[in-house]
Structures are given as C-alpha cells and as structure tokens.
C-alpha cells in the first residue's frame, strides 16, 4: 500500500488514457467513474454494494456535510471513511459549486462567500481556507480547490472576473491546505467557453502546482455540442502526466466523449438520481421503466447485465415496485445503473489499453436506439 498520491499512465489510444491512481486508501482505475455520496451515502446503496458495482473512489461534499452534522462533528467520530464505512479512497468537491446551486442569501467577496443554509436558514461562510480545513476534518484523499463557477451562457469579461477569482481562491486553497503526504489537492480549470480564458486559467493552475486538474465550469447549461468543443482543448492545456477531472458529468454519451478527448475522471449524479425516477440505462438507451408498455414483460432490463436487478426481476417486477414507490425500486435500478456506468469505463479502459477505442466507440453507438426501448 503507496504511503503517497502519484498517478501512472498505461496506455493510450488517440487523446484517450487509461491508467491508476494510487492513493494511501487504494487504486483507482482511470478512465474512473465516480459514484456520488453527498450527504455520507450513495443514496439507496450499501457501501459493499456500491464497490461490488466496481466503483474505486466516490464522492463526498463540503456543503451538504459542514451543514448537517457539521465536519467537526464527522472529525470527532473518526472521519467521513469510518463515518459511512467506505475505506477507499473519497473525492470531496469544495463546496462553492453547491453554495451557489443550493443555499440561499448568497453574497460573495474576495475573502469568499457567505449564505444561508438551505436547510435551516442558518449563517454560515466558505472561504478557500474554511474549505480546506472542512475536507481535511472530514480527511478525504482528494481535495477540490474552493472556487466559483459561472453560469453559462456568460460573458467574456464576466467569465474572465470570475475565473480570476478563482485562480486567486486556487492559490489561498493550495497555501492553506499545506503539505499532507497521500493526501491530493486537485485545481479547477475554469474559463467558460472562452479558449483564452481557459489558457489563463491553466497556466494559473500550472504555476501554482497540483496533484491533478479539474476541468471545472462545465455541464451548467451549455450543452453537449458546446460542452465537446471546450473539450476539444481544454484537457491538454492541463499538465499532461496528472489526472484529468470532468466535473459533474454526465450521461453515457457525455462520458465517452469525455474520455476521448482525454478526461480521466468523471462524476455525476445521474445514475443514483435517474434510478430514483425510474430511468435505467442499458446498453441499448434508456428504459422508463413507469411505461404501462413494462407491465407485463417478463424480461430484464437487459439481458446481458450481470446486477442483482438483471439477474433476478423482471421488468414486470420492476414498473410494479416503482409505480408502488416501493423503497426496493431505488434500490435496484440505483444498483443497475451504477453497475452499468461502471462497466461502461471497463469497457473503455480495456479498449484503450487494446488500442481499439475507435471500434468501441463505434459499436457503443451502434448499439443505441433512439429514444425509450
Ligand atoms: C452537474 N454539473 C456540474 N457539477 C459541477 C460541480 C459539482 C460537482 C459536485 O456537485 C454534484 O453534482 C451536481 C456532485 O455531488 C457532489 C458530491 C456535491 O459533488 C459533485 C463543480 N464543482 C466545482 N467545485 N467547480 C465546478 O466548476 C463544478 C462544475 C460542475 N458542473
């Protein structure tokens, strides 16, 4: 077990990579999945179930967390891992994201941003420093810088002031967090959709130093066309032997765009969220599985899928238990579709190491109908 963070490429095909991160917690196979656990859980999931699903690292988050129980309180119980029992590694995002989505009374500054929470209404402040301090008391192993991510469409000059900001935030969170062997810092990328913004931001993030690099500012709004062509430069002009971070994406299509164009890792809340409302992803496109036309089917969501919910219900079984909000119906279709999004990276990892991406990314497209199946 590697007392510290360091990343290895092992291959790769076009701007695609596939590689480990080791971490003092475990690896984590890159192109990487990250299922997440905002409030301390992947929501409707056992911790064994979700690393059964094949997920190395998940996430967790400095607003959802420093509001209820409070990072002092996860800190006095032995840590966010004891806490929710997951002993891999945990990404924690830093929480301004969250702040400007969620809590309400917002008011930024330079010093950072002040609010109310959206739970109680109470005051509270994040700052780069705060930020820092909250991750390290909940001692997860890959820390998001604090920073500010602008709405899209936006512009120029408001993107530019913002991603400023943010360099300045990526600085005091890189001063604050200081030297923790096997512990990461990871820089966000901002810049919008603007490639001189991007390439400020970048060299920002380079000179100050990191153990990897998000590329942050992304899936608000802007769309997938517009989303790929940010994609198209934005990861290379990131410091080529650290790891690559999407934030917040995506759907399936989304995710092996990503990995083409050179991202190694991805969250996103889809496939814990859709299975709540129903939506299973598959091989072949998305099931609702609320349609009358699942009612009687007896065939699983899909044949070829080895989870729990395909080896063992049916359709049938499964439009029953959700249209009866049936507390088993999140907890199966969560599992399926993190078991897909998993074996959706497998593939891709093996691909690139056997230098076919191209032919499995042809085929996963080919095999995708339009619309519900
Ligand atoms: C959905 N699109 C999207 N999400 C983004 C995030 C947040 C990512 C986190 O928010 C949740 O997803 C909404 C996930 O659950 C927790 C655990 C909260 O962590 C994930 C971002 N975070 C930071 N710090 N900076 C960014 O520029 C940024 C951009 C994003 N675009």
Not at 122 to 133: F, K, N, V
Not at 246 to 255: E, S
Not at 321 to 326: A, D, L, P
Request: proline letters at 5%.
């Amino acid at each position: 077990m590697t007392e510290r963070f360091s990343f290895s490429l092992h291959a790769t095909d076009g701007r695609a990579r596939t590689g480990t991160i080791s971490t003092p917690r475990g690896e984590i196979r890159t192109p990487a999945f990250m299922p997440v656990g905002t409030a301390a859980t992947v929501k409707a999931m056992l911790p064994e179930s979700v690393r059964a699903t094949g997920a190395d690292v998940l996430l967790g988050n400095t607003y959802h967390l420093m509001l209820r129980p409070t990072a002092e309180r996860i800190a006095r119980l032995g840590g966010l891992h004891a806490f929710m029992n997951w002993e891999r590694p945990i990404l924690t995002d830093s929480g301004g994201f969250q702040v400007m989505s969620l809590a309400e009374l917002r008011k930024l500054t330079e010093e950072g941003v002040t609010f109310r929470s959206h739970i109680d209404g109470s005051r509270h402040m994040l700052t780069p420093e705060r930020s820092m301090e909250i991750q390290q008391l909940l001692g997860s192993d890959i820390v998001m810088c604090f920073d500010e991510c602008p709405a899209l469409p936006a512009e120029h000059d408001r993107i530019a002031e913002s991603m400023r900001l943010s360099m300045r935030w990526a600085q005091r969170s890189r001063d604050a967090f200081g030297d923790r062997p096997g512990h990461a810092l990871f820089g966000i990328q901002q810049g919008g959709d603007k490639e001189d913004l991007r390439g400020e931001s970048a060299e920002a993030l380079r000179a100050i130093g990191f153990d990897g690099y998000a590329v942050g500012g992304l899936a608000v709004g802007e769309g997938q066309e517009v989303m790929f062509r940010v994609l198209d430069y934005a990861p290379d002009m990131l410091p080529e032997d650290k790891p690559r971070y999407l934030m917040g994406v995506g759907k399936p299509d989304d995710i092996v765009g990503a990995v083409k164009r050179g991202i190694d890792m991805m969250d996103c809340v889809l496939p814990s969220r859709s299975g709540r409302t129903g939506q299973a992803f598959t091989r072949r496109g998305v099931v609702n599985i609320k349609n009358a036309r699942h009612q009687e089917d007896p065939r699983p969501l899909d044949e070829h899928c080895s989870c729990p919910a395909c080896r063992s219900y049916s359709r049938a079984y499964l439009h029953h238990v959700f249209r009866s909000q049936e507390i088993i119906s999140s907890m199966l279709l969560t599992w399926h579709n993190l078991h897909y999004f998993q074996e959706l990276m497998q593939g891709m990892r093996d691909a690139i190491a056997a230098g076919r991406f191209a032919d499995w990314e042809t085929d996963f497209h080919a095999q995708r109908a339009e619309g519900d199946i």
